[in-house]
């Protein structure tokens, strides 16, 4: 039997480098991933560029950025990459030996402290081979990472869903206002409750560029009521304890509320819609045994909800 041609027996390694370039946007980054030679990196994408009569990236000195043939490669081109490097680990799931491997998601500081603890616990319960790495970020960086493919998927609340990715909601929390115990709004039953009787008081907020902010402040433009923000602060555990000591009141989704606060709680569900949290996975993204195991224990599921939108 005949040989394949040299280009046929290389096209595995010319389309790796071409993925991993695309995805990280740089040759170098490519080659520090795929433990070769920047030199080799740049190789194996001219030699496919020629087979293709076609140039993938637009080079500019050290930047790189994909032509429209480029990208149409890379939509064909990925998953079937993917799917190739991850045929071990598909082939020991299937054995039921799934025992090594490694899961990369991106998440927010609430969604880690609050939503992932038990998923997590059983996942390692049940795969402790499954290296898991947690990246706290915001959603912005998350969807970052995503794209460079840094984070196998991320979870967390999304308010506007990009075109390249998908979103599966699992959860949905309520809005509440938190104050302290003494405060003369935590007498106010949930129904009399109104926005202009927290516009007087300072609110404590998570930084302006994060999704809770943009929410509260278009709720009271919508409602015309004027607020203010007394203290600005990351992370719920910080703001709710800047409440328990009376430096002012917040508006919270009450998955950070656990019943060990020393606040009171009104409803706002009459004016601020439920939030959502979910599942984020990048269209046409191949997925490991791995990354599909600890989905479906987080949301069982989701796995078939996801194939039409994200298979190749």
């Keep these: 039997m005949a040989s394949q041609p040299y280009y046929k027996q290389n096209r595995l390694k010319q389309l790796r480098a071409f993925c991993h370039a695309a995805r990280s946007g740089s040759i170098t980054k490519a080659a520090q991933r795929l433990f070769i030679s920047q030199p080799a990196v740049s190789l194996q994408i001219q030699a496919l560029e020629r087979e293709l009569a076609c140039a993938l990236f637009e080079r500019r000195g050290p930047n790189i950025r994909l032509t429209q043939a480029g990208r149409a490669l890379l939509e064909i081109a990925l998953p079937l990459v993917d799917g190739i490097d991850s045929i071990g680990e598909d082939f020991a799931s299937e054995l039921g030996q799934l025992d090594s491997g490694e899961i990369n998601v991106a998440a927010g ?3 880690i402290l609050y939503l992932l603890p038990e998923p997590l616990k059983t996942f390692a319960q049940t795969y402790p ?4 790495k947690l990246h706290n970020v915001t959603g912005q960086d998350g969807m970052t990472m995503l794209r460079a493919d840094d984070a196998d998927f991320a979870v967390g609340s999304m308010l506007e869903v990009p075109d390249d990715v998908v979103y599966y909601p699992i959860v949905k929390y309520k809005t509440m206002l938190i104050t302290p115990l003494a405060h003369p709004l935590a007498q106010k039953k949930p129904g009399r409750l109104r926005l202009k009787d927290i516009g007087p008081y300072g609110l404590i907020l998570p930084p302006r560029h994060l999704a809770t902010w943009r929410i509260v402040d278009t709720v009271f433009r919508q409602q015309n009521v004027e607020y203010s923000v007394s203290l600005e602060a990351g992370g719920w555990e910080v703001i709710k304890k800047y409440v328990e000591v009376g430096l002012g009141i917040s508006i919270v989704t009450d998955i950070c509320l656990t019943g060990n606060e020393n ?39 989701i796995i078939d909800a996801f194939s039409t939108e994200t298979s190749p």
Aim: hydrophobic residues 35%.
């Design 263 to 301: 606040v009171s709680k009104v409803s706002l569900q009459r004016y601020f819609p439920d939030r959502s949290y979910g599942v984020v996975v990048r269209k046409k993204k191949y997925q490991s045994a791995a990354v599909r195991q600890f989905l479906e224990i987080l949301a069982p599921g």
């Design 129 to 132: 081979g499954i290296r898991i």
């Design 109 to 111: 500081e609430s969604t």
